[in-house]
């Protein structure tokens, strides 16, 4: 059974900042990649930013230089730093882990934190 708990959403004023959390609880025995994804109301779930196991990272483009996407390994855990946040950024936000666990290798994913920008 693997768990991940998402942490660190709420509501914040245009041009500031958030740090998402998702931690990984269970019976794992590696992570890969480490992503986190949005979906606004109405629109499909986009990919944010991912991390792969080697530190390697890619953003979309209407984050790139506003977002950091980290990880800790030793916590099973990848973070998510938002920095001068727009109104377009609404939306909730899921982690995503590809892991492995003794039984299989799978895509896992958060419940979901909301994210507010407004002012």
């Known amino acids: 059974q693997v768990q991940l708990v998402e942490s660190g959403g709420g509501l914040v004023q245009p041009g500031g900042s958030l740090r998402l959390s998702c931690a990984a609880s269970?019976?794992?025995?590696?992570?890969?990649?480490m992503g986190w994804y949005r979906q606004a109301p109405g629109k499909q779930r986009e990919l944010v930013a991912f991390?792969?196991?080697?530190?390697?990272?890619n953003y979309a483009d209407s984050v790139k230089g506003r977002f950091t996407i980290s990880r800790e390994n030793a916590k099973n855990t990848v973070y998510l730093q938002m920095n001068s946040l727009k109104p377009e950024d609404t939306a909730v936000y899921y982690c995503?882990?590809?892991?492995?666990?003794?039984?299989?290798?799978?895509?896992?994913w958060g419940q979901g934190t909301q994210v507010t920008v407004s002012s």
């Open positions: 995503n882990l590809d892991l492995r666990t003794i039984l299989v290798r799978k895509d896992f």
């Open positions: 269970g019976s794992i025995f590696s992570i890969y990649t």
């Open positions: 991390i792969t196991a080697g530190g390697s990272t």
